[in-house]
């Protein structure tokens, strides 16, 4: 029974620290644009490069 009374403020903190983080995540933008990221993997990187393969030219001087 003595142990509640170490577990109980405890608690309370973790509690308290863990909404912290989660407050801080949401006001520095961490959670946003879900959305967008996910679509990401789906989107070239290099859209403006032909689909060809590439010609090299190698010049013997």
Do not use: C, T
Not at 18 to 23: D, L, R, W
Not at 37 to 45: P, Q, S, T
Not at 47 to 58: L, N
Request: zero cysteines; glycine letters at 8%; hydrophobic letters at 50%.
């Amino acid at each position: 029974m003595d142990i509640l009374y170490l577990l109980i403020p405890f608690s309370v903190v973790l509690v308290l620290l863990i909404v912290a983080v989660f407050g801080w995540a949401v006001n520095s933008g961490q959670l946003d644009g879900f959305e967008h990221e996910a679509e990401r993997i789906l989107l070239d990187e290099d859209q403006g490069a032909p689909a060809g393969p590439r010609k090299e030219s190698f010049s013997s001087e």
